[in-house]
């Protein structure tokens, strides 16, 4: 398979340095080698470029939403990045960076296939609105946004025109919602499996569902969003806004085989590895193990 990495050294949509460092951190600790190892030819098209903006002018474009337009810049080139990517018959590995950058990833990927479905492994929703967001942080909001729920700004990023069915979005690992995400969950009817959800059924059961509905659906291709912070706050310290009471390596490693094995997904974001609290860099290698492990099964 041909890959394309592209990195974004985004730290805007969480508001904490750090997270920007990551995509560099990951080239210069082999992920090249360890996707080629794997009989891949990888393709590094580099960084996406994020500008630099002084901390005081991160509310100049919006009260509510912390570096608004900088962020839709940088979403509306990565999304630009992905959709030609994936037009080019590759495969578009998008490394963060936070996961404000699930905007671009999903609005490129859904201009190339109009019934996108995304599961999205995370921690959080990331289904907030500039009226539900507790932070004011983007990184909260691509997937609302992706479905054409919340701001203009973010809902228009890239085009005009077709959006997520929310009913093609499954949500998996959740255990950190908001109350308005709660409520978009239940009026959207978006397909929701959280941290007990998987304790009470085995992750083996939730991935047969997940599997069974994607297959069952009138789609085109699935985005693939993976959040390290749906793994448990012990194993992986070195994230922005790490939740107790995850899921165990092996519960995300067998969701990401059961996945990548359909043959349906035709993007994937790895995101919200921060190096600056990962003094030990035990969370850096248990992403490189998982790095290792998607391009073992892509």
């Not at 959709?83 to 404000?100: Q, R, V």
């Not at 109350?179 to 083996?204: A, C, F, S, V």
Request: hydrophobic share 35%; with cysteine.
């Amino acid at each position: 398979m041909d890959i394309n990495i592209i990195g974004v050294p985004l730290f805007y949509g969480c508001d904490r340095k750090g997270v920007d460092l990551s995509p560099n951190t990951l080239r210069e600790n082999g992920i090249i080698n360890i996707i080629e190892k794997h009989n891949h030819k990888v393709y590094d098209l580099g960084n996406i470029y994020v500008p630099a903006v002084s901390e005081k002018n991160k509310y100049s474009h919006s009260n509510k939403m912390k570096y608004l337009k900088e962020i839709v810049d940088v979403n509306t080139n990565l999304a630009h990045q992905v959709y030609t990517s994936i037009n080019s018959g590759n495969f578009p590995l998008i490394i963060g960076g936070d996961h404000a950058l699930g905007l671009g990833s999903l609005r490129g990927a859904n201009r190339k296939y109009s019934k996108l479905a995304v599961v999205w492994i995370d921690a959080h929703g990331d289904i907030n609105t500039h009226e539900t967001t507790p932070s004011g942080n983007v990184h909260g909001m691509p997937l609302a946004a992706a479905m054409g729920i919340g701001h203009n700004d973010l809902t228009n990023t890239y085009y005009h025109g077709v959006n997520v069915n929310p009913e093609n979005v499954f949500l998996i690992a959740a255990r950190d919602l908001d109350k308005g995400e709660t409520q978009l969950i239940k009026d959207k009817n978006i397909n929701l499996y959280t941290t007990n959800t998987i304790k009470e059924l085995g992750i083996e059961k939730v991935m047969e569902d997940v599997i069974s509905k994607l297959k069952s659906k009138d789609i085109d291709a699935v985005h693939l969003s993976f959040d390290i912070d749906c793994l448990d706050s012990n194993l992986v310290p070195g994230t922005g806004t790490p939740v107790c009471e995850g899921i165990e390596l092996s519960h995300g490693k067998y969701a990401l085989k059961a996945l990548l094995e359909t043959n349906l997904i035709c993007s994937l974001d790895f995101v919200e590895l921060n190096t600056k609290l990962d003094s030990s860099q035990q969370t850096l290698n248990i992403c490189l193990e998982l790095m290792d492990w998607i391009s073992k099964h892509l």
